[in-house]
Nanobody
Framework: QVQLVESGGGLVQAGGSLRLSCAVA????????MGWFRQAPGKQRELVAT???????TYADTVKGRFTISRDNAKNTVYLQMNSLKPEDTAVYCC?????????????WGQGTQVTVSS
């Protein structure tokens, strides 16, 4: 069974920083693209950042220059370093991974971690 286990959310003041982690657990062959999404109350889910296995990254315009996505392929883990946080960054953040196993390939989601930025 494959699971994505997230950690690192919490409450921070505006201008502060947080680092989210998402580790893939289970019997797998490899992890392709990984990403972070977020959803604030009353709003649609938003793609925050993605990273390929070769570490090519993309970012939403709203977080460019403030957030950095990275991954450690040896640890099957993706990170999201969030700096200069703003109240509008408040949301539940979920990681996503495109994972391959023995004859299968699926997208998996983490359980979500709350990030709250106070003004």
């Amino acid at each position: 069974q494959v699971q994505l286990v997230e950690s690192g959310g919490g409450l921070v003041q505006a201008g502060g920083s947080l680092r989210l982690s998402c580790a893939v657990a289970g019997s797998i062959f490899g992890i392709n693209d990984m990403g972070w999404f977020r959803q604030a109350p009353g709003k649609q889910r938003e793609l925050v950042a993605t990273i390929t296995r070769a570490a090519y990254t993309t970012y939403a315009d709203t977080v460019k220059g403030r957030f950095t996505i990275s991954r450690d392929n040896a640890k099957n883990t993706v990170y999201l370093q969030m700096n200069s946080l703003k109240p509008e960054d408040t949301a539940v953040y979920c990681c996503n991974a495109d994972i391959s196993g023995g004859g299968w390939r699926n997208y998996y989601w983490g359980q979500g971690t709350q990030v709250t930025v106070s003004s």
